[in-house]
């Protein structure tokens, strides 16, 4: 079984900056990409950035040129530096390991954190 722990949630000010991370810990092989999502309130959730094992990264319009995604495979973890943040990036932001391979025969599955906070005050 693999869990996400994720950290460094919490409140900031409109045009501050927060960093999240993310660390995969288990039974783990290969991930093939890790990455984050988020949901406000009555909406959808969506994707902020993933990461492949690669280095190919891919965000969401909303978050072009503010957040910056990257990936210490090594480690597992993921970590979202979010600048310029904005009240409409107040969200739960979840993370997520696409691909998850416990050794090199089993199949891939995907794994998702349980959620952490980030609130942007105006």
């Known amino acids: 079984q693999v869990q996400l722990v994720e950290s460094g949630g919490g409140l900031v000010q409109a045009g501050g900056s927060l960093r999240l991370s993310c660390s995969a810990s288990?039974?783990?092989?290969?991930?093939?990409?890790m990455g984050w999502y988020r949901q406000a309130p009555g909406k959808q959730r969506e994707l902020v950035a993933t990461i492949r094992s690669g280095d190919t990264t891919t965000y969401g319009d909303s978050v072009k040129c503010r957040f910056i995604i990257s990936r210490s495979n090594a480690k597992n973890t993921v970590t979202l530096q979010m600048n310029s943040l904005k009240p409409d990036d107040t969200a739960v932001y979840y993370c997520?390991?696409?691909?998850?391979?416990?050794?090199?025969?089993?199949?891939?599955?995907?794994?998702w954190g349980q959620g952490i906070q980030v609130t942007v005050s105006s």
């Open positions: 288990g039974t783990i092989f290969s991930i093939n990409a």
């Open positions: 997520n390991a696409n691909g998850v391979r416990e050794n090199l025969y089993s199949p891939k599955t995907d794994y």
